[in-house]
């Protein structure tokens, strides 16, 4: 089974920084595409960031010059640098992931448990 788990949320004041890490565990053959959500209360889940595995990215407007997302091809982690935050960047913030395995030998998508990121004074 594959497993995403993420760390590095937390409580941050307006402007300031935080890094979010997702490393994939279990039987992995590869990953692929892997990507950045976010929910926050009342809202629809929104793709933040995402990268392909040779590295191309693409992100939100919203986040746009003040989020960058990374790869660690040989780790299976995937980063999320966030800076010059917001209050309106409050949310859980969720990974994904294509993966194969040992047991699935094709591609299929898991989700991380989701970390909570607040932005407030």
């Known amino acids: 089974q594959v497993q995403l788990v993420e760390s590095g949320g937390g409580l941050v004041q307006p402007g300031g920084s935080l890094r979010l890490s997702c490393e994939a565990s279990?039987?992995?053959?590869?990953?692929?595409?892997m990507g950045w959500y976010r929910q926050a209360p009342g809202k629809e889940r929104e793709l933040v960031a995402d990268s392909t595995r040779g590295g191309n990215t693409n992100y939100a407007d919203s986040v746009k010059g003040r989020f960058t997302i990374s790869r660690d091809n040989a780790k299976n982690t995937v980063y999320l640098q966030m800076n010059s935050l917001k209050p309106e960047d409050t949310a859980v913030y969720y990974c994904?992931?294509?993966?194969?395995?040992?047991?699935?030998?094709?591609?299929?998508?898991?989700w991380g448990q989701g970390t909570q990121v607040t932005v407030s004074s």
């Open positions: 994904n992931g294509d993966v194969t395995s040992t047991v699935v030998p094709y591609y299929r998508n898991y």
């Open positions: 279990g039987s992995i053959l590869r990953i692929n595409a």
